[in-house]
């Protein structure tokens, strides 16, 4: 059974730095490309970044450019997103979600990790 | 950037109804889209992909259909377990993007 797993998630100050972590299993992570998505409370869905299978193709949304970093390591099974410089406007769930083998859909997706950026 | 506009924002309708909800890109995305859809305090469920692929264990309820710039989810015939919210995500180009959403509300 796949399954995906994020952890990471607390209360944070703005300017502060928070990584969060995806802990997959159920199917061979290296083989998948891997994606974070966020939703603020009360919102929609916002894609936040890509990281193909061997971390060769990475994008992030402009809204999060520049201060964000995903990352993986496949011999752990493990997807990271790195947040530096948090402002309020990050307070979301954030998910990770595993992209189809042959196309762009998220075909799983872990529970969430609320990050909450206040003062 | 692509952007996704989804109507209507919010659809009230009744157990048996046949609805249908509309995704438009901003640009042409061919047939990259997928659907899925999310209940309160869960994370979203890929319904459709490819525009109108029915992903494993979905009810034959749900279609997906369009290319292009013009796509639709229809649900046949509304069950109770059906309202939720629905989300259009195109995947052409980077930055993915995601419709609004349409909250399918019981009438």
């Known amino acids: 059974e796949v399954q995906l797993v994020e952890s990471g998630g607390r209360l944070v100050q703005p300017g502060w730095s928070l990584r969060l972590s995806c802990a997959a299993s159920g199917f061979t992570f290296s083989n998948y490309a891997m994606n974070w998505v966020r939703q603020a409370p009360g919102k929609g869905l916002e894609w936040v970044s890509y990281?193909?299978?061997?971390?060769?193709?990475?994008y992030y949304a402009d809204s999060v450019k520049g201060r964000f970093t995903v990352s993986r390591d496949n011999a752990k099974s493990s997807l990271y997103l790195q947040m530096n410089s948090l402002r309020a406007e990050d307070t979301a769930v954030y998910y990770c979600a595993r992209d189809h083998i042959d196309y762009g859909d998220l075909d799983y997706w872990g529970q969430g990790t609320l990050v909450t950026v206040s003062s | 950037d692509i952007q996704m506009t989804q109507s209507p924002s919010t659809l009230s309708a009744s157990v048996g109804d046949r609805v249908t909800i509309t995704c438009r890109a901003s640009?042409?995305?061919?047939?990259?889209l997928a659907w899925y859809q999310q209940k309160p305090g869960k994370a979203p469920k890929l319904l459709i992909y490819?525009?109108?692929t029915l992903e494993s264990g979905v009810p034959s309820r749900f279609s997906g259909s369009g290319s292009g710039t013009e796509f639709t989810l229809t649900i046949s015939s509304l069950q109770p377990d059906d309202f939720a919210t629905y989300y259009c995500?195109?995947?052409?180009?980077?930055?993915?993007?995601f419709g609004q959403g349409t909250k399918l509300e019981i009438k």
């Open positions: 490819k525009a109108s």
């Open positions: 990281i193909n299978s061997r971390s060769g193709f990475i």
């Open positions: 995500q195109q995947y052409n180009s980077y930055p993915r993007t």
């Open positions: 640009q042409s995305i061919s047939s990259w």
